[in-house]
């Protein structure tokens, strides 16, 4: 699944998302493989990112099982079974830091 999570990597980075990151949780979540993180500096670049990461795994084959906090373009999370895709907006990214909670997952740098 790491294909898969690369492909929401690229999507992300096509719309100029920034600190593109993929964190390697497997072994230590049973609901996710991989985690995509992504940063926008607007609410409508991270719509875009998601609607980009949206389309280009959907064109994999693989479909989203749920997608949460659209609307607001603050923290868009995308399920897609194996692999998680969230994109922030900066000050949410700092405020959750997702990263520093899942500090033992090997990380995979997009950028």
């Known amino acids: ?19 593109v990151v993929i964190l390697d949780v497997r072994g230590l979540t049973s609901y996710a ?9 607007s ?18 084959g693989h479909r989203e099982l749920g997608i949460e906090g659209y609307e607001l373009g603050e923290w868009v999370l995308l399920d897609f079974g194996d692999v998680v895709a969230h994109v922030f907006d900066e000050e ?14 090997p990380r995979i740098s997009m950028e």
Do not use: H
């Not at 699944?1 to 600190?19: G, P, V």
């Not at 493989?33 to 500096?41: Q, R, S």
């Not at 949410?92 to 997952?105: F, K, M, N, S, V």
């Open 1 to 19: 699944m790491l294909s898969a999570a690369r492909i929401a990597a690229e999507a992300a980075l096509a719309k100029k998302a920034e600190d």
């Open 43 to 60: 609410d409508r670049q991270v719509m875009a990112i998601a609607d980009s990461i949206q389309e280009e795994m959907r064109k994999a």
């Open 92 to 105: 949410t990214r700092r405020l959750y830091d997702i990263e520093g909670l899942w500090a033992e997952a």
């Open 33 to 41: 493989d991989y985690f995509v993180l992504a940063t926008g500096t």
